[in-house]
């Protein structure tokens, strides 16, 4: 297996990485260097394999180099999310052991709380001009050496996923390979085989790099050589006007990304060349039929949908040409074997829904969380994400269901329960539920149902007040669009609360 350093001793004037709207470039020798250099200084710093480290950055090229002096340094590197509050970024900085947070100034205020505190781990860093209480990050990697440190091997990510609990969970991949040209052998079949991503390929990355699929399809373009293009921020019509420029010929979106693209007028969507694109990979949130059906149209059968986790126990994969004939679908596996449960482990046959498992598939686990781990695990060692669906007579995969209610918006995924636990501490509340509903373009939005202490008090103006006092708590994602009330939430007498007969209110009936 090829890895960028070998790119860099064979092609070394060849762009691994283009920013699109300023046009920098981080060439393969470049990025050979200047990831060892950061491998350098982190283990000066003490960093060593199996520790970790945190990076809160905008998509950037520095970026780049970060992930991959992770990744020959046999550190796992966790990346998070720039909309995140303060006290969410700092469970996570905590949580996860980071000895160094490598940030940048579009995201110190958000993270200059936590290193004024001056605790001596981690080590706070920012890109360009350092403010008060971090460390110059360019600076102390220019004084390292451009050669290999002496013991390389494989760093992985080690990325959050939010739980019903409230708090994220990071998924941490057992090490099983300790070269680093050994890359992650399900985006290697995703990319290379599935997809055809070579070093012929211009890649366009529209999404935001501490999500696990941009990030990871990214690598993997630097894996096989070719060049990626990463958008500092999604725009529909600046998307179609990039892939005219760089011939793209790979990307890999999510719905809403569809659903802008449909929206722009006619003559825009018709302005712009794309043909040179040969496949178009989706995944992190269900893709609406019609939405799926108009794009093949427009773009041609180039669509590639696969259904997999973050915590990496089976994937799925349809092409366009098997979408087209069993519409819906998510696809067949190609990584693990698909299980339909009942709720006693029994598989039921095709057609019966019930939750998905993925039977002879590699483990993994969530850290610092052994019984969220154990509960993903079943006797057999079929492991779930906790959706739910059936299998055809074909073994096409269907999901219908989402896990504990997640509520995935453009993409994100967003755990109602964390929202749930702030609202029921705001005054006027006697109980809350939490859920998606439809929105046309992002696919869903955050809906709260409120029983207020007073149902007089019910109205515009308390459901604008609830609104605020969750932004003051959490990022503005996971807060509700609006706030329904009710006089009484249905709860079962044991106090479980009954979501789906609020929840089934807001979606359209299945025909």
């Known amino acids: 297996m090829t890895h960028p350093s070998v790119h860099a001793r064979t092609t070394p004037d060849k762009v691994a990485y283009r920013m699109a709207k300023s046009g920098d470039t981080l060439t393969y020798a470049k990025l050979d260097q200047r990831s060892n250099q950061a491998a350098h200084l982190l283990r000066s710093l003490g960093v060593q394999t199996g520790d970790h480290i945190a990076l809160l950055m905008e998509n950037s090229l520095t970026f780049m180099e970060i992930c991959w002096a992770a990744q020959r340094s046999g550190i796992y590197y966790t990346a998070i999310s720039r909309y995140l509050t303060a006290d969410e970024i700092a469970y996570i900085v905590k949580d996860c052991g980071a000895k160094v947070m490598i940030t940048t100034p579009k995201c110190a205020e958000v993270i200059a709380p936590l290193a004024a505190k001056g605790d001596a781990s981690p080590v706070y860093f920012m890109?360009?001009?350092?403010?008060?209480?971090?460390?110059?990050?360019?600076d102390a990697v220019a004084s390292q050496p451009v050669t290999p440190i002496v013991d390389e091997s494989a760093g992985y990510d080690m990325l959050y996923s939010s739980g019903t609990t409230g708090h994220p969970k990071g998924i941490k991949r057992t090490v099983t390979e300790p070269s680093i040209l050994a890359p992650n052998p399900f985006l290697r079949l995703l990319c290379e085989k599935m997809c055809g991503i070579s070093a012929d390929s211009i890649y366009l990355s529209p999404a935001p790099l501490y999500h696990a699929a941009p990030l990871r399809f990214n690598m993997m373009v630097g894996v096989l050589g070719g060049t990626s293009v990463i958008m500092e921020n999604f725009d529909a019509e600046d998307y179609l006007r990039l892939g005219e420029r760089h011939r793209v010929t790979h990307s890999q979106l999510v719905p809403t990304m569809f659903v802008r693209m449909l929206k722009l007028p006619d003559d825009v969507r018709q302005r712009y060349d794309i043909s040179t694109l040969k496949g178009a990979v989706h995944a992190a949130a269900p893709c609406p039929p019609d939405v799926k059906a108009k794009m093949i149209a427009w773009w041609g059968p180039i669509l590639i949908e696969y259904y997999a986790g973050s915590e990496g126990n089976g994937v799925t994969v349809s092409n366009s040409q098997e979408w087209l004939s069993h519409r819906g679908t998510v696809g067949r596996a190609v990584v693990g074997k698909i299980k339909i449960l009942d709720e006693s482990d029994n598989e039921l046959p095709a057609g019966e829904i019930g939750t998905v498992y993925f039977a002879d598939a590699p483990a993994f686990a969530y850290h610092n969380d052994p019984d969220k781990t154990k509960?993903?695990?079943?006797?057999?060692?079929?492991?779930?994400?906790?959706d739910v669906g059936y299998v055809d007579a074909d073994g096409y995969l269907y999901l219908t269901d989402r896990k504990s209610y997640m509520i995935i918006s453009g993409g994100v995924n967003i755990y109602p329960q964390e929202t749930e636990d702030i609202l029921?501490?705001?005054?006027?509340?006697?109980?809350?539920?939490?859920?998606?509903?439809?929105?046309?373009?992002?696919?869903?939005?955050?809906?709260?149902?409120?029983q207020p202490h007073d149902m007089t008090m019910a109205g515009k103006q308390l459901e604008a007040d609830l609104i605020v006092f969750c932004r003051q708590h959490l990022s503005p994602i996971k807060c509700p669009k609006s706030v329904d009330f009710e006089a009484q939430l249905p709860r079962t007498p044991t106090g479980k609360l009954v979501k789906r007969h609020l929840r089934d209110r807001y979606w359209p009936k299945k025909a």
């Not at 890109?127 to 110059?136: D, K, Y």
């Open 127 to 138: 890109t360009g001009q350092p403010q008060p209480g971090f460390r110059s990050w360019d």
């Open 375 to 386: 509960r993903a695990f079943n006797d057999k060692g079929g492991s779930t994400l906790g």
């Open 424 to 450: 029921i501490t705001h005054p006027a509340v006697a109980d809350v539920a939490v859920f998606g509903v439809p929105n046309e373009e992002m696919g869903e939005e955050v809906k709260a149902v409120v």
